[in-house]
């Protein structure tokens, strides 16, 4: 899932929240997390679309999948 999320912004963001030291294969966990959430909650987003007749993924359908996750 790497090729998804760059290292860069991830490791910023830990730093912004106040981790001032960062390991490199906790930021790869954290990206390697962040993909399987997204791929499971746009395949839920999907299903909800497709269930509405609808092509289009909205907004909603994503917060509906998040809660669902």
């Given amino acids: 899932m790497a090729e998804y999320f760059s290292?860069?912004?991830?490791?910023?963001l830990m730093k912004n929240v106040g981790a001032t030291i960062v390991a490199r294969?906790?930021?790869d966990e954290l990206i390697d997390w962040l993909g399987v959430a997204s791929k499971a909650?746009?395949?839920?987003?999907?299903k909800l679309t497709k269930h509405s007749k609808r092509k289009k993924i909205t907004k909603e359908d994503i917060l509906l999948a998040i809660k669902y996750f």
């Fill in 25 to 27: 294969d906790a930021v």
């Fill in 7 to 12: 290292w860069s912004p991830i490791r910023r």
């Fill in 41 to 46: 909650i746009t395949t839920t987003a999907l």
